[in-house]
């Protein structure tokens, strides 16, 4: 576990950007990444925010939990959204009729990320905008009620793909975002959780000094759609860290580190007997999750070990 | 035409109950809607449940009950944050999941209408073995409304729960045994404001685009009446390490003069995260 240090108001900003009256689930985890990436962000920032539950409720008119600019934008054009500003705020600085100079940040489900905005999202990477594209996955459709999407892990049920007699809920297997953005040769990827909050924060400060696109794919647990205890959100983001599921790692100009390691991961079962969405899977079907967890986990350590090995 | 209102809690099945009323008086030959309000309050939060039952003939109408002649309260709770009776017709009845019994109630809450009260909570636990009590106050509202027959009901449950139904169809059966009615005396008890501060802006002050001029404007909503259960301190075990601040989802826990932790109950949702993660066990999750 990442060390906690003690006395955490003395250690990051007390000031809240997202502000509390947001009407996300009690125990949402997807809440809590953004409060976190807020904090990290601080005030010198451009929001695009695609479609979803955090659009959704932070912003029931006439109220707004932003302390920050910040702009809806459809479900998805995040990212095109994003690099209209990137553009605008370059061609204005040229001019000289504008003289800051804050961070474009783009924020967007994984169904935002993944699915529907992803073709903006390549594009933005492919152009080279300077700005940080963060995706709050919290493995579905959750706004609209627990669609899968293709970022939904291989066993869910959701509404879209219910367990039954003959479904064992998700048929198909995680796609890998991250990985498609490293495929993007963009200076910086990170995964993160807030589970792991100092971590997280650290990332997105990192992200804001990157030249050129960020993305940081965020694990956010979320209660509802996961049919989990609500006071288990944080520990649930660890345990899909310990068991390899979800590992925290970054990828600067194509170089990898994985930020948190362990001797042994925890099994997978560990993380799966929490939530309702696993309840229906088989000891044969966790076995089959299993093998390919720790051979994906073992290829990224490898892939880390060789950039230290260079070193 | 017979107009309901059905105050619940997110996740507690009030769209649930209002549709299995709905197909129970269309069984006997009655026209029913079943519909909730679209908001995008979450699980925990308040939400409002509609119906319209009519002996004979169509239903025309499709927008929400602004005037109905039954209220039904899930959670006994939200008797004290949200007006339940409001636009309640002077001859309507208010049906409540409450512990209390009427007299009690009555001193508490009062006005021209009717009112039935059975402890709803109490019942569902013992048949269903969980507190979930959308099925078991339907046989409160059948008793005190006769709405529809309680056996009408029987069937909708059955099929909505399968293997779990049985436990449902007693305790509405239980409920409908139970349920006291009478009618209601006194003073019209002082409710909280649920929006502080500024009044909401009409559409015409609304800037074109949507634009929002106020930052942070949300903290004037109020989502701790969404919580049944509070964190409480004890001083004597915390370290200050502010972890509880640091993992609570709504921002909302602050730091004392002397360095101890505590949650704004304006915001805390309830949800149990700062008690589960305080290592040294210094909060505590009690019920409101
Ligand atoms: C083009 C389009 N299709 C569908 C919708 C309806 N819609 C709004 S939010 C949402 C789900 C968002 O899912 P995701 O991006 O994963 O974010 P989450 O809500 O899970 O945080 C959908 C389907 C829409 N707004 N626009
Ligand atoms: S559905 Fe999930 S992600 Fe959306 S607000 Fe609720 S807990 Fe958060
Ligand atoms: S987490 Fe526990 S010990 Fe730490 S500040 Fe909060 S109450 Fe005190
Ligand atoms: S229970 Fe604790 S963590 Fe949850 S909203 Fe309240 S103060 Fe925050």
Not at chain 1, 55 to 64: A, H
Not at chain 1, 126 to 144: K, L, P, Q, S
Request: net charge positive; hydrophobic share 40%.
């Amino acid at each position: 576990m990442e060390t906690l240090a003690v006395y955490v108001p003395r250690l990051i900003t007390t000031k809240e950007y997202f502000a509390p009256g947001h009407r996300a689930c009690m125990g949402c985890g997807e809440a809590l990444a953004v409060r976190l990436v807020c904090k990290a962000l601080g005030r010198n920032v451009i929001i695009a925010n695609a479609t979803g539950c955090m659009e959704i409720v932070s912003s029931p008119l006439p109220y707004t939990s932003w302390e920050v600019p910040w702009i809806h934008t459809l479900f998805e054009n995040a990212a095109a959204v994003a690099s209209g500003i990137e553009a605008g705020i370059k061609v204005l600085r040229r001019k000289g009729k504008y003289s800051k100079k804050p961070k474009v940040v783009a924020m967007a489900g994984d169904g935002g990320t993944a699915d529907i905005g992803f073709q903006a999202l390549s594009g933005a990477f492919e152009r080279g905008h300077e700005f940080i594209y963060i995706c709050f996955d919290n493995e579905a459709y959750m706004n609209t009620g627990i669609q899968r999407s293709s970022a939904t892990p291989f066993g869910a049920s959701t509404t879209t793909s219910p367990a039954g007699k003959v479904s064992i809920g998700q048929a198909t297997w995680k796609k890998n975002m991250p990985a498609i953005a490293v495929a993007h040769d963009i200076p910086y990827v990170a995964t993160a959780c807030p589970s792991y909050p100092f971590d997280l924060m650290n990332k997105i400060s990192k992200a804001i000094k990157i030249e050129g696109p960020a993305y940081i794919h965020i694990l956010s647990v979320c209660p509802t759609g996961w049919r989990l205890p609500a006071d288990l959100t944080i520990r649930a983001g660890r345990l899909a860290v310990e068991t390899g599921i979800f590992p925290l790692y970054e990828v600067e100009e194509g170089k990898y580190v994985l930020n948190v390691d362990f001797p042994r991961l925890r099994p997978v079962e560990d993380y799966f007997k929490l939530q309702g969405r696993f309840r229906h899977l088989t000891q044969e079907v966790i076995a089959q999750i299993q093998e390919r967890v720790t051979a994906e986990y073992t290829r990224l350590r490898e892939k880390a070990a060789r950039v230290r090995d260079n070193e | 035409m017979i107009e309901i209102r059905w105050h619940g809690r997110g996740g507690q099945g009030a769209v649930t109950s209002a549709e299995l009323l709905a197909l129970a008086a269309i069984s006997e030959g009655k026209f029913a809607q079943a519909f909730p309000s679209f908001g995008p309050e979450r699980r925990g939060a308040p939400v409002l449940v509609f119906n319209r039952v009519s002996p004979n003939s169509p239903i025309r109408a499709r927008v929400s009950v602004a005037h109905p002649d039954i209220v039904i309260v899930l959670d006994p709770g939200l008797l004290y944050i949200t007006d339940v009776t409001s636009g309640l017709k002077e001859d309507g009845i208010l049906v409540l999941n409450t512990p209390k019994s009427l007299v009690e109630i009555r001193s508490e809450l009062s006005g021209p209408w009717r009112l039935a009260v059975v402890n709803a909570t109490s019942i569902a636990r013992e048949m269903i073995g969980v507190p979930i009590v959308n099925t078991t106050m339907l046989g409160a509202l059948a008793r005190a409304t006769r709405i529809v027959e309680l056996d009408s009901l029987t069937e909708p449950i059955l099929e909505r729960f399968g293997a779990r139904a049985r436990g449902n169809v007693d305790a509405c059966r239980k409920a409908y045994e139970e349920t006291e009615t009478g009618e209601p005396a006194g003073i019209v008890p002082k409710r909280p404001k649920i929006f502080e501060g500024e009044e909401l802006p009409t559409w015409q002050e609304l800037l074109p685009g949507c634009v929002l001029t106020k930052p942070g404007s949300a903290r004037q909503y109020r989502t701790g009446d969404w919580r049944s259960e509070r964190p409480v301190w004890d001083h004597q075990r915390c370290i200050k390490c502010g972890i509880c601040y640091l993992f609570c989802p709504e921002g909302c826990v602050k730091q004392t003069k002397e360095g101890y932790f505590e949650a704004d109950l304006y915001y805390c949702k309830g949800c149990g995260i700062c008690a589960r993660e305080c290592w040294t066990e210094a909060i505590k999750m009690v019920e409101e």
